[in-house]
């Protein structure tokens, strides 16, 4: 599977922007989506995963001002991104992942998102 994040970008303190990621291959039903960023000088961190059942989990420092969403039918994961934050700042990258065996996931290659207070 190859991924594709976009919709990264230069957003102020407040801001809202909306991640997608396309991905390219076969797409199991039990593939679990997820979000992870890395801030500048910072290893990279959970956002969000989407689980292929639909169960959501969310970052503490995230919750409640972004949101998962999955389409199947058209291969796509997204992140809205509400009341964006300094702190919000990095590389945003997609993952794809089997339940049915962990070892079996793919990344994407990134989108930048800068939030400027």
């Known amino acids: 599977v190859q991924l594709q994040a976009s919709g990264g970008g230069l957003v102020q303190a407040g801001g809202s922007l909306r991640l997608s990621c396309t991905a390219s291959g076969t797409i199991f039903r039990d593939t679990q989506m997820g979000w992870y960023r890395q801030p500048p000088g910072k290893q990279r961190e959970f956002v969000a995963n989407i689980r292929s059942g639909g169960t959501t989990n969310y970052a503490n420092s995230i919750k409640d001002r972004f949101t998962i969403s999955r389409d199947n039918a058209k291969k796509m994961l997204y992140l809205e991104m509400n009341n964006l934050k300094p702190e919000d700042t990095g590389v945003y990258y997609c993952?794809?992942?089997?339940?049915?065996?962990?070892?079996?996931?793919?990344w994407g290659q990134g989108t930048q998102v800068t939030v400027s207070s």
């Open positions: 993952k794809f992942t089997r339940e049915s065996d962990w070892s079996q996931y793919s």
